[in-house]
């Protein structure tokens, strides 16, 4: 599938699908529409917790020829976005990566730094840049 | 080819998460390397760099300083004054 964008494309992973619907917010009235943007959250049962499946689906829906990178919150959500990008066919496998970075904020900074058309990265480098503190 | 400018931040929050984000877009538009700084001695940010320019946590009323190098300089360096003059509205979608 193509959204026809060569922008590195933003996926937000959190527990609660209210924190990622938030945070995909945020992105969108900060950053603007050019970018491949999707969030997963909650588990099917409507509770807290994410999915291997959501995940692949959110990977879908954000994919760009550029690739994703995921911001996501706590535990489970990094582990199973481990397990969606094994599940992913190989051409994009190599082409998925998780920012270790605060969900909200990160995906703020990412999608900035992928609005750009900066490679992937660079817009996970920028994400992770948050945690260090420059002079 | 060099520019340089300086415009006055007046925006009330100064320049916090949306302006910088704003700021950087517009950067971003322009090939030359641009900088800004809240002091002309320095630290000079990379101004395509979000998470540096929000670490700046420049207040409103802060003379911000500009500078940028490369073919289109001149044109980034206006288009950021006129950006922090019409209060971060009008920056790229």
Known sequence: ?????????IV???HS???????????????GGGIPLAWTGGNPDGGLGTSVEGILQAIDAAWS?????????LGGAETNS???????PEPRRGRVVICDAPVVEGAVMAATEAWGGSDLQTVRRTAEELGERPE | MQAEGTVLLLHAA???ARPA?????TAKTFRAKVQVAA???????DAKSVVRVMGMKTPARTLLHLRAEGDDAQAAVDALVRLVNDDFQGGPE
């Not at chain 1, 599938?1 to 494309?9: A, C, D, E, P, Q």
């Not at chain 1, 481990?82 to 992913?88: D, F, S, V």
């Not at chain 2, 984000?21 to 877009?25: G, P, R």
């Not at chain 2, 002091?39 to 940010?45: Q, V, Y």
């Open chain 1, 1 to 9: 599938m193509s959204n026809g964008n060569t922008n590195v494309g």
């Open chain 1, 12 to 14: 937000i992973v959190s």
């Open chain 1, 17 to 31: 699908p209210d924190v990622a619907r938030g945070a995909a917010d945020m992105v969108r009235q900060m950053v």
């Open chain 1, 65 to 73: 020829e550029a690739g994703v990178a995921i911001l996501v919150d």
């Open chain 1, 82 to 88: 481990e397990m969606a990008i094994e599940m992913l």
């Open chain 2, 14 to 16: 100064g320049l916090h």
């Open chain 2, 21 to 25: 984000v704003t700021l950087t877009k």
């Open chain 2, 39 to 45: 002091d002309p001695a320095g630290p000079w940010i």
